[in-house]
């Protein structure tokens, strides 16, 4: 069993930034693959980054384009999202998962389905006003 805990949302102007982190803590290996995903109200959850521990390859879903950069802490337990340029369009709650065990590479381009992630948090709410 995992359990995922988020924290660093809040309420932003459009242009700001956030930090997103999240603490993983149960069975994590060291070579997983660990991600960050979104969901607005009314839409389906999309994938924002993923990121395999064991060697660090990031993965970017489309509307990124930039703005994200997942990272892992120094432990193998805790990873972030820096979110920048931060737009409206960004608002939606924000959710870390995890596949224990699992390269990211295994999936490719479909590390962005959520049916690849056993273990998810609570989320976190990010607000983006103009």
């Known amino acids: 069993q995992v359990r995922l805990v988020e924290s660093g949302g809040g309420s932003v102007q459009d242009g700001g930034s956030l930090r997103l982190s999240c603490i993983a803590s149960?069975?994590?290996?060291?070579?997983?693959?660990m991600a960050w995903f979104r969901q607005a109200p009314g839409e389906e959850r999309e994938g924002g980054a993923a990121?395999?521990?064991?060697?660090?390859?990031?993965y970017y879903g489309d509307f990124v384009k930039g703005r994200l950069t997942i990272a892992q802490g120094t432990d193998k337990n805790t990873f972030y999202l820096q979110m920048n340029t931060l737009k409206s369009e960004d608002t939606a709650m924000y959710y870390c998962?995890?596949?224990?065990?699992?390269?990211?590479?295994?999936?490719?381009?479909?590390?962005?389905?959520?049916?690849?992630?056993?273990?998810w948090g609570q989320g976190t709410q990010v607000t983006v006003s103009s």
């Open positions: 990121i395999s521990t064991r060697v660090g390859s990031a």
């Open positions: 998962a995890v596949d224990p065990g699992h390269d990211c590479a295994l999936y490719g381009s479909r590390w962005i389905m959520t049916d690849n992630f056993p273990y």
């Open positions: 149960g069975n994590i290996y060291g070579y997983d693959c």
